[in-house]
């Protein structure tokens, strides 16, 4: 640059601008030789100045600060790039590096690791938040770390066959680089550690953004004009109403139908979507294709009369089934499933649903029934079940061939902030722990969220695994349309306010390109608000249809279901027991206690393990798919099971009773991971979907049911009341007082009783395996499906006096109530439930008792109180006990006592009391020091008979 003071009259000062080229001299050099030499094009500036005016220094600053602009002073590009909103900052003016011949292969190696870097954490750069733009860098992510300079931008380094060649100029690497890894999605995916996966990703990312066809731009827009039409309709017509909106996050949609089309057009047989409130009621009507008439007739209040309506808020808790139709005419069946509060329960609930269609199916590997779970930001990195159904999804006895995750990221949980809500970077890191890749995604960029759609399912598809989107978006009112979401988020709520919708975005966008005009925009918006105004007028204060034939299905009662087998089919089951594979070796102290099973037959001593594996051979000849998961269930916890059996020289496994059947997967006994909240719900799912089958989830011990309690509130107990979902689930929870401590005594029983209500359940607590025996094949064959709880023995597996004989299965059935008939007009009559009814027994013998009569309620709800009152009634002048181990606040006691009260509507003796027998109230379950417990059971043995 150089200044010349020659001005013509009346100018102060003339810039000259001369051309942008190389220095004369390297004109002719070849572009090789130029990048070599790091020679750049050079502009001449020249100030004309009138020194009147403008003094010889003040031309030469005035240039010298140009010059330092155009180096990058002053944040002169960041600046630049601020304004073309370029996420990334730009690379600085800087020295050249040596560049001789044997520096070559080290800067090639250079370029590896900045290729390797932007893979590993290319993301962080990515413009992914429609919120607020900021410029992103990361030193692992910037040339001169890697000894680089803009210099080296011509320069042409081998790549390893990155994009697709051998060589190629850095400018074009890094192109390439930010093009796929720093734009509007930004992708974690180099911790997986198969190399065939990662290279997948690359081959599929690494290619450039793909231009849209025009019939599938609009598509992506008609799916948006659906979304918020939606919601600005409800939003006009039910003013106040909760419905957990999705505006701010209505690309959810085109990515939804992207994954669902996708399935649809490779001929999966069904979709499977579990979801939280966030944006439920368009997808039901969207995506899942319930009818809008009947959305706004549940706005309204108004229900089918056969269709339970469960609390307020049911209009998005309720699920749906229906048909989706993709552009290209392929279609599939669709399954929205129902979902409590409890937002991430629906989670573990959703994989066993598709698994048991799965497993209908019984197609080996096909996965042909896709899993789609929306999560918010908040439960994503917040609950701890994500992570328990993460860790289900590889397990053998619990794959569904994969799940695509969405997540519809607010940024903000309830009224919680991202810096308040979790530690990580993202919400969604918890998928690293299974390697799932993640693909982070710009809400307000929809053709970006609808190509990661596809992706994500493409990478399902291919290696059978979970796999996540997270779609940064935002939530334009509260977290219910009643919320004022500035008084905790005041400066994000600025931004929201000032914020165009991503349908207007996107459609100003597509109308700037050229792809549509703005009457073809206009057209398809006023079509989709016309249908939703035709429809609203249709239903608008309209009753629903009434059908006078409608009759509220009754539970059948157990004694109208033969439970029992004949001898023939017993022996032909206890058969399998020893019918040991050629080559396979049992282990020597197992043995004999298969041999044994046979024995028992014949000597009356069938025990509790041997009366389920009658029940459950019976089951699979009867055609009845068993499915029996848990902590250690193959081999039980008390090593009683013995279900499958394992070779001690070769680990190789025999299940025997799939002997009696042709088909092995009709009978899966699965050792669960050690979770109880996703095992237990998982079991739930499956067994709403698979009638025809007997599904269990035993607990270790009865205790650790307490770590699902959410499943067994949500769900369990209330989910046919709540939104007609019915579940046959079996919980087997080991209980028992035998001084094994307050952690492995008791299974709550209290607190299923509690939740008993309107027939929801059946929670029985037998006495002998035949009584369990039939309780179990009475369950599986009723036509009126409800849980069941069991609260099944610990030392009692093995206890002789509660042995049963062969006709104890051939004949009977299952009794609620079993009698005492040894004792006529008694003086005292115990009532008790479970183990304690063999000590009383034994208590009465030793003591050579004759006036007391024991009866043991088999079924503790519904509660047999009628049964009870009839067999006060035999012995009109006896006292009348309730016993059971259990401290006087917990136990089947405080619910017996109230359902039995005449003064509380109970059923009543005649005007007697029945009064309790037990361990004192206590807050602990059971005391920890064995000593304290014999001295515990003396005394409450002692009382029983001397009260």
């Known amino acids: 640059m150089h200044s010349v003071p020659r001005l013509v009259q009346g100018q102060g000062l003339i810039i000259g601008v001369g051309a942008l080229d190389y220095p004369a001299e390297f004109q002719g050099a070849s572009e090789e030789t130029l990048a070599r030499l790091a020679i750049s094009k050079i502009v001449t500036l020249t100030s004309t100045y009138d020194h009147r005016i403008i003094q010889g220094a003040q031309s030469g600053d005035f240039l010298r600060r140009i010059h330092e602009l155009l180096l990058g002073s002053e944040h002169f590009y960041e600046e630049i790039f601020a304004a073309l909103r370029i996420p990334y900052e730009p690379i600085r003016w800087a020295q050249d590096f040596e560049f001789s011949k044997d520096e070559e292969i080290n800067k090639t190696a250079r370029v590896q690791q900045l290729i390797h870097a932007y893979r590993t954490r290319g993301h962080i750069m990515a413009d992914t938040d429609p919120l607020e733009y900021r410029q992103r860098s990361h030193p692992d992510l910037d040339v001169v770390t890697h000894g680089l300079t803009l210099w080296d931008l011509d320069r042409e380094f081998a790549t390893g066959g990155f994009g697709g ?25 180099m911790y997986i550690q198969s190399p065939e996966e990662r290279l997948w990703i690359q081959e599929r990312v690494e290619v450039g953004v793909q231009t849209f066809p025009r019939e599938e731009q609009l598509r992506i827009l008609r799916k948006l004009n659906s979304a918020e039409a939606f919601e600005t309709f409800l939003q006009t017509k039910f003013v106040g109403q909760k419905r957990f909106s999705l505006e701010g996050g209505e690309s959810v949609i085109p990515i939804l139908d992207a994954v669902i089309s996708s399935a649809a057009e490779r001929g999966l047989d069904e979709v499977c979507i579990g979801m939280p409130h966030r944006g439920r009621l368009n997808v039901l009507a969207n995506i899942a294709g319930k009818s809008y008439g009947q959305i706004f007739q549940e706005f309204e209040g108004h229900y089918r009369e056969n269709e339970v309506q469960g609390s307020g808020d049911v209009k998005y808790h309720l699920g749906t089934e229906g048909v989706f139709t993709a552009e290209s005419g392929a279609k599939t069946k669709i399954y929205l499933a129902a979902n409590p509060s409890h937002l991430e329960a629906a989670n573990p609930v959703l994989e066993g649903i598709v698994r048991a269609k799965q497993d209908r199916l019984n197609i080996k590997n096909a996965y042909s029934v896709l899993p789609i779970l929306l999560h918010g930001d908040a439960a994503f990195a917040g609950q701890g079940v994500v992570a328990e159904t993460f860790q289900l999804s590889q397990l053998a006895g619990y794959r569904t061939g994969g799940t695509v995750h969405i997540v519809v990221n607010n940024q903000v949980g309830f009224t919680t902030s991202p810096h308040a809500s979790r530690t990580s970077r993202y919400s969604t890191d918890m998928a690293k722990i299974i390697q799932a890749p993640v693909f982070h995604v710009n809400g307000d960029d929809p053709e970006a969220c609808v190509r990661v759609a596809r992706l994500a399912f493409e990478y399902r598809q291919a290696f059978n695994k979970d796999v996540v989107i997270d779609m940064v978006c935002y939530r334009r009112r509260g977290h219910n349309e ?3 979401p500035s008084f905790t988020q005041p400066l994000m709520y600025k931004l929201i306010d000032a914020k165009r919708s ?29 249908q939703l105004e035709s429809v ?13 034939n409608f009759k509220v299905p009754v539970a059948a009662n157990p004694e109208t279901l033969v439970s029992s087998i004949d001898e023939a089919t017993a022996r032909k089951i206890a058969a399998t027991q020893i019918a040991v594979p050629e080559g396979f070796n049992v282990h020597p102290k197992l043995l004999p206690q298969l041999q044994k099973r046979v024995e028992m037959l014949n000597d009356g001593t069938i025990d509790w393990s041997m009366g389920e594996t009658l029940a459950f051979g019976s089951l699979l000849l009867e055609g009845r798919p068993i499915r029996l998961a848990g902590q250690d269930s193959r081999r039980g916890t008390f090593s009683n099971r013995h279900a499958v059996i394992v070779d001690k020289e070769n680990g190789n496994e025999w299940t025997p009773l799939r002997a009696l059947i042709s088909d092995e997967s009709q009978f899966f006994v699965i050792d669960s991971l050690l979770s109880e909240y996703a095992a237990m719900g998982f079991e739930y799912g499956y067994s709403v979907v698979r009638d025809e089958a007997l599904v269990m989830w035993e607990a270790q011990f009865g205790d650790f049911a307490n770590g699902a309690q959410t499943i067994v509130d949500e769900f369990i107990s209330s989910a046919l009341q709540k939104w007609g979902e019915r579940s046959s689930i079996v919980l087997l929870l080991p209980h028992g007082y035998e001084g094994q401590g307050p952690d492995h005594s008791s299974a709550r029983i209290e607190r299923f009783l509690t939740l008993c209500a309107e027939g929801n359940m059946t929670v029985a607590q037998p006495s002998t395996p035949a009584s369990y025996f039939h309780l179990l094949r009475w ?15 610990k030392s009692m597996l093995r206890l002789r006096a509660a042995a049963s004989k062969l006709q104890d299965f051939t004949s009977g059935q299952f009794q609620k109530l079993i009698p005492d008939d040894t004792v006529q007009n008694a003086t005292r009559v115990i009532f008790c439930s479970g183990r304690i009814y063999h000590d009383l027994v034994a208590e009465r013998a030793a003591r050579k008792e004759d006036t007391t009569a024991i009866i043991r309620l088999e079924l503790l709800y519904p509660l047999p109180a009628k049964e009870m009152a009839e067999e006060a009634a035999k012995h009109p002048n006896a006292n009348l006990l309730w016993v059971q181990d259990e401290p006087a606040n917990q136990g089947p006691w405080p619910f017996v006592a109230l359902r039995t009260a005449e003064q509380f509507g109970g059923e009543g003796f005649g005007g007697r009391t029945l009064r309790r027998v037990s361990r004192r109230a206590t807050a602990s379950p059971a005391t920890g020091n064995h000593h304290l417990h014999e001295e515990e059971q003396k005394a409450l043995l002692m009382e029983a008979f001397t009260r």
């Not at 007028?537 to 006078?548: G, K, L, Q, T």
Request: hydrophobic share 35%.
């Open 482 to 484: 009643g919320d004022e």
């Open 165 to 189: 060649q051998k060589f190629m100029k850095l400018r074009k690497i890094l192109g390439i680089l930010r093009d796929s890894y720093c734009r509007t999605v930004g992708i974690e995916y």
């Open 779 to 793: 369950h599986a064959k009723n036509p009126i499906r409800r849980p069941m709880v069991v609260f099944t023995p």
């Open 536 to 548: 609203f007028a249709e239903v608008h204060n309209i009753e629903p249809e009434v059908d006078p």
């Open 502 to 530: 991503t349908r207007t975005l996107y459609t100003e966008a597509l109308i700037g390109r050229g792809d549509i005009s703005v009457e073809q925009a206009e057209e398809l918006s006023r079509e989709y608000q016309a």
